[in-house]
């Protein structure tokens, strides 16, 4: 039981470019979610899907897309990353009934 | 006002003494708090959660629910060194953290 997954763990962008960051669990949690964790910010809500085949915006959506692929895994994309989007990245799984988030590792993202 | 505030530290007690940590929110609605437990450059993991006005004690740790007043805190009995974390508040329902107190506990 790995719990929640992300991939990658760092990675370097250039203005510009694009990527996605990929979320999976094992422990068939319905509801996910995408933050970011700047320095003194604390977590900030990007996106969240209560359940397969819905997603929804959170507080800082800008700039993000994401895809609810499967009950499982839950994708975040950067169009076009901008120096504003360096951050930490957590993805986090609740399951239903629960309020207790569940957070994978994070994924560390520059961009230039 | 932001839906929940958080004292943002840093906090520095010394060993053994009692670190509190507070949250305020704004919702009146909200019902349930959750408080998550951050070392530096890992995610958040959970300690404690209060759904109910009073006191929920969980060995070292006790949480206080005040919905009159609108406040949730962590108390942390006896502290260690390795308590020395960040600490967030997360308000259940809104999905908003507060930003996080760091706390460090000098041996």
């Known amino acids: 039981n790995a719990g929640v997954t992300q991939t990658p763990k760092f990675q370097v962008l250039k203005t510009g470019q694009s990527m996605t960051l990929q979320c999976a669990q094992d422990?068939?949690?319905?509801?996910m979610y995408w933050y970011r964790q700047d320095p003194g910010m604390g977590l900030r809500l990007i996106y969240y899907?209560?359940?397969?085949?819905?997603?929804d915006k959170g507080e800082v959506p800008n700039g993000y897309n994401v895809s609810r692929l499967n009950k499982r895994e839950f994708s975040l994309r950067l169009e076009s990353a901008a120096p504003s989007q360096t951050s930490v990245y957590f993805c986090?799984?609740?399951?239903?009934?629960?309020?207790?988030?569940?957070f994978g590792p994070g994924t560390r993202l520059t961009v230039l | 006002q932001k839906e929940v505030e958080q004292n943002s530290g840093p906090l520095s007690v010394p060993e053994g003494a009692i670190a509190s940590l507070n949250c305020t929110y704004s919702?009146?609605?909200?019902?349930?708090f959750f408080w998550y437990r951050q070392y530096s450059g890992k995610s958040p993991e959970l300690i404690m959660f209060?759904?109910?006005?009073g006191d929920k004690e969980d060995g070292r740790f006790t949480a206080q629910l005040n919905k009159a007043s609108q406040y949730v805190s962590l108390l942390i009995r006896d502290s260690q060194p390795s308590d020395s974390a960040t600490y967030l508040c997360?308000?259940?329902?809104?999905?908003?953290f507060g930003k996080g107190t760091k706390l460090t506990v000098n041996p």
């Open positions: 986090a799984s609740t399951p239903p009934g629960a309020g207790e988030q569940f």
């Open positions: 422990m068939n949690h319905n509801s």
């Open positions: 899907s209560a359940s397969e085949g819905t997603t």
């Open positions: 919702d009146r609605g909200s019902q349930s």
């Open positions: 209060i759904y109910s006005n």
């Open positions: 997360d308000l259940r329902g809104k999905l908003v």
